[in-house]
């Protein structure tokens, strides 16, 4: 699998998100080598606290296949996901979760909170970090930087 | 409030969930002391993995109110949420989780993992545990010995 190809694709969506205004966050879903669904944050334009990329692909690639299991699927996403998404991965039985850059305030896959990598889950992902990090990260906290600098 | 009353409600659902074969878990959520959504699990019948009664209240709620944030609202589950759903509880801002009876498999308030209940978080729900534990409990664990009485 290429990974760096379809982390691309993800930032691809995530750059969607920024020109909303909404957080830059993007997820692909893949099986089989091919993407199945893709999203990004759309919280505030559909005012849906749920509406982080990561459930918004799962939800897409589940209607899409007719099942509420993505097995053997790999779900990539721009930044490490939180708790919320962290639990959507598990629930949807997703195999292998790739992220690009840490978040160091909510993240559920090690760095805050620890969902995904706990050995006690009856369903275990494996999980890949670190995939274009500092693309991921940086339009991510470019994105903040400039909110507050139009804020100030 | 009385919470005794609305976790009733909350049953209600669950128990809408269990003629439609879905796991018996219902929500109520509440605002000025009215109820502004209310939902049941319905995870197999729309092939939705997250489709958790609390993530679904949550968003018929924002849509609601035309608010990505529940300000000053209490969510009533008849069951501990798990990380998907305390994840949701946390974006959306809720005040109050009430909830009946602890999940020991996947409770994300302290149970297994501690999601919502973590000081770390940048927005702290008020917990309050044990309203109808018995009922809310019983109806799961006969929802599931049921199942496996039918499977053996």
Chains 1, 2 share one sequence.
């Not at 091919?34 to 990329?53: Q, S, T």
């Not at 039985?93 to 090690?110: E, F, M, N, Q, W």
């Amino acid at each position: 699998m290429d990974h760096v190809y379809f982390m691309k694709e993800a930032l691809k969506e995530a750059k969607k998100a920024a020109e909303k205004d909404e957080v830059p966050v993007g997820v692909v879903i893949v099986k089989d080598g091919k993407i199945i669904a893709r999203a990004h944050n759309i919280i505030i334009g559909k005012k849906d606290p749920c509406g982080h990329a990561e459930v918004l692909a799962i939800r897409k690639a589940a209607a899409k296949t007719g099942s509420e299991r993505l097995y053997g699927t790999i779900l990539y996403a721009t930044i490490e996901p939180c708790p919320m998404c962290g639990g959507a991965i598990l629930l949807s039985r997703i195999k292998t979760l790739v992220y690009g850059a840490d978040d160091l305030k909510t993240g559920a896959c090690g760095s805050v909170h620890r969902v995904i990598n706990d050995k006690r889950n009856n369903h275990q992902v494996e999980v890949i970090k670190g995939v274009l990090k500092d693309e991921c990260g940086n339009l991510l906290s470019g994105f903040f930087k400039e909110k507050r600098r139009k804020n100030a």
